[in-house]
């Protein structure tokens, strides 16, 4: 079947992670389900949590997620430990965090930094 069958059901597409464009009808291909993927991830780590549609609809994407990792997003991590599989490496953060570097002036240290 095509992408264009409209007897298909379409997938639930948060359209509130496309502020800088109209979000699509569909994800055509697994570049715009990258996109997609990462938008997801993007919000998540500001604390925008997805909503029940979206989380089961990227519950089938363990292909896109290992074929697009987001390394550097802690809702990627969280996401892919949610559905259960397999950790990937993080990418790591080169830059100073701003948050460390008010620590750092103050003398304080995050004792959960870890964690995150």
């Known amino acids: 079947m095509s992408d264009r069958d409209d007897t298909l059901p379409r997938p639930y597409i948060d359209g509130s992670v496309y502020p800088d464009c109209a979000a699509p009808e569909r994800l055509g291909d697994d570049y715009d389900k990258a996109d997609y993927l990462d938008r997801i991830c993007t919000a998540l780590d ?20 290992d074929r697009f990792p987001v390394s550097q997003s802690s809702g990627y991590h969280a996401l892919r430990s ?35």
């Open 46 to 65: 500001f604390g925008v949590v997805p909503e029940p549609e979206t989380l089961r609809l990227l519950a089938t994407w363990r292909e896109i997620f």
């Open 82 to 116: 949610l559905y259960g599989w397999a950790p990937v490496a993080r990418t790591p953060y080169f830059k100073t965090p701003f948050y460390r570097v008010l620590d750092d002036r103050e003398g304080r240290r995050d004792p959960c930094e870890s964690m995150v």
